[in-house]
């Protein structure tokens, strides 16, 4: 079992950067691969990026090619995302989500541990 408590968000002009991180318990979390989801008030939760268990591979959700990063760093058992150049529609609680897969997807479905949530708040 995993525990995935994340940390990092708040409240940001536009065009400014924060860094999320997601800890997680459980010896195993090396064989996870990882996602980050957002969801805004009134919408569906939105894939925004995944990394696989090796770190190799990433994905990233159209919205946010090229501004976000995921990353993980097995020794302290965290994955980041570091989001740039951040817009409003940006705004939205952010989850970590682990997956029992080696590589991660974009289907919510296919994680079955999530954290609890951090609030990303980015002003015009």
């Known amino acids: 079992q995993v525990q995935l408590v994340e940390s990092g968000g708040g409240l940001v002009q536009a065009g400014g950067s924060l860094r999320l991180s997601c800890a997680a318990s459980g010896r195993t979390f090396s064989s996870y691969a990882m996602g980050w989801f957002r969801q805004a008030p009134d919408k569906e939760r939105e894939f925004v990026a995944g990394?696989?268990?090796?770190?190799?591979?990433?994905y990233y959700g159209n919205s946010v090619k090229g501004r976000f990063t995921i990353s993980r760093d097995i020794a302290k058992n965290t994955v980041y995302l570091q989001m740039n150049s951040l817009k409003p529609e940006d705004t939205a609680v952010y989850y970590c989500?682990?997956?029992?897969?080696?590589?991660?997807?974009?289907?919510?479905?296919?994680?079955?541990?999530w954290g609890q949530g951090t609030q990303v708040t980015v002003s015009s």
């Open positions: 989500a682990a997956s029992g897969r080696v590589v991660p997807t974009a289907a919510p479905k296919t994680y079955g541990y």
């Open positions: 990394i696989s268990v090796s770190g190799v591979i990433t």
